[in-house]
């Protein structure tokens, strides 16, 4: 993808308290069968411990490895899945532990977008269909009035209303998630998560589909979670963006300044990762390569104290002993680090950062 093809998109400011959508300390523990080394039920920690906010009208964008729980994480936010613990508000009401019934008008307000729109499309129905299915299953009205939604839905995502009646293999990759999206928004949902939406694409179509969704934010006033596995593609679309490492929010930043100086170690390798862009934005400090080293340790042993600390190039014996919390360490950035990366220094690389304690909890 070229830069060049995404448009700057102006959002208006958006009240700091205006918060739609609050996890507190959400969990999402999976126990795992014995095998043949552990004798014990081990527990996998997808989600451990995550609290955040998304204001109505932003973007949060969630960054991090595969199997860091990004898409439970996403699941968890809608209610798709249960959680083990902790909290999840939508638009002032905990949903966490509403039944089916009481869950169920609340549902249309919150959609998730998935990633592979092939493999999320079922393949024997018709794409008009697909899009009525929301629809059928809340009772929008009757037939007419839910031909006459999803062909304005066709038209709001751009898919040609000639196309209704065609099966989803008929449609290229793009117009695939088209579809999805469309579904997304057949309820006039208040938010958005999109997991990974635009992975599965083409490069050449990527900027397409990210334009559409920068559209239809200004159009519907929708707020998206938008989850993505490298920063290169969320950049462009978050106002902020969270850091996921095994599990936790290990950094929590407005996007430039993620970009222009990242506070934990873990950023900073991700940042390095990213290709240098084209589109005359700053280029992003940290041009000395940090590579990490070793594997993901398995979200079912991890380490003790920071997630991180084993492939920490900072690591000092505090890092085994203590889990750092996630605390605001400049307004309106948060890092879980105990010894977190000072904004300037980007020259200290490759340098332990100063030994400096975060104000505590
Ligand atoms: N139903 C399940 N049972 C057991 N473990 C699970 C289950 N679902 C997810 N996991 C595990 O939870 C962890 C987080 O998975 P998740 O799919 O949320 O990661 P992810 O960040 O979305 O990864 P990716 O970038 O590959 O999509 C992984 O270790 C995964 O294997
Ligand atoms: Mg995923």
């Known amino acids: 993808m070229t830069t060049h093809d995404l448009k700057a998109v102006e959002k208006p400011a958006v009240p700091r308290d205006d918060v739609l959508l609050r996890a507190t300390d959400v969990t999402k523990h999976y126990t795992l069968r014995p095998d043949g080394f552990a004798r014990h039920r081990r527990v996998l920690r997808a989600v451990d411990g995550v609290s955040l906010e998304v204001r109505a009208g932003e973007t949060l964008g969630v960054v991090g490895e595969s199997g860091c729980g990004k898409s439970t994480l996403g699941r968890c936010l809608v209610r798709l899945t249960e959680l083990t613990g902790g909290r ?10 509403l039944s089916a019934r009481r869950l169920r008008p609340v549902r249309p307000g919150m959609q998730l977008v998935f990633q592979d729109p092939h493999a999320s499309l079922n393949p024997r129905r018709r794409a008009g269909e697909i899009v ?33 009646d065609r099966y989803p293999h008929e449609f290229s990759g793009g117009q695939r998630q088209r579809i999805g999206i469309a579904r997304a928004l057949a309820t006039a949902p208040k938010l958005i998560v999109a997991d990974e939406p635009v992975s599965a694409l083409d490069v050449s179509i990527q900027a397409q589909v990210l334009n559409l969704f920068a559209d239809l934010q200004d159009e519907f006033a929708l707020t998206y979670v938008f989850i993505a596995h490298d920063l290169g593609v969320v950049r462009h679309v978050s106002d902020r963006i969270a850091v996921m490492y095994l599990g936790e ?8 300044a993620l ?55 900072y690591a000092r014996e505090r890092c085994a002993l203590e889990r750092p919390p996630l605390t605001e360490t400049a307004p309106g950035r948060w890092t879980a680090c105990h010894y977190p990366l000072a904004a300037e220094p980007l020259s200290v690389l490759g340098t332990p950062p100063p030994a400096t304690t975060p104000p505590g909890p």
């Open 259 to 313: 970009y222009g100086a990242p506070s934990h170690p873990y950023t900073q390798a991700l940042l390095s990762a990213v290709p240098d862009l084209d589109d005359g934005s700053a280029p992003t400090p940290a041009r000395e390569r940090v590579v990490l080293t070793g594997e993901v340790p398995s979200p079912a042993d991890k380490p003790t104290g920071c997630p991180f600390r084993t492939r920490c190039p």
């Open 88 to 97: 999840v508000e939508f638009d002032g009401r905990d949903i966490s532990t």
């Open 249 to 256: 929010i290990v950094e929590l930043a407005e996007t430039e």
């Open 132 to 164: 009525a299915e929301p629809l059928l299953i809340h009772r929008y009205g009757n037939a007419a009035a839910v031909r006459r939604r999803v062909a304005e839905l066709f038209d709001v995502v751009g898919l040609a209303a000639a196309h209704l």
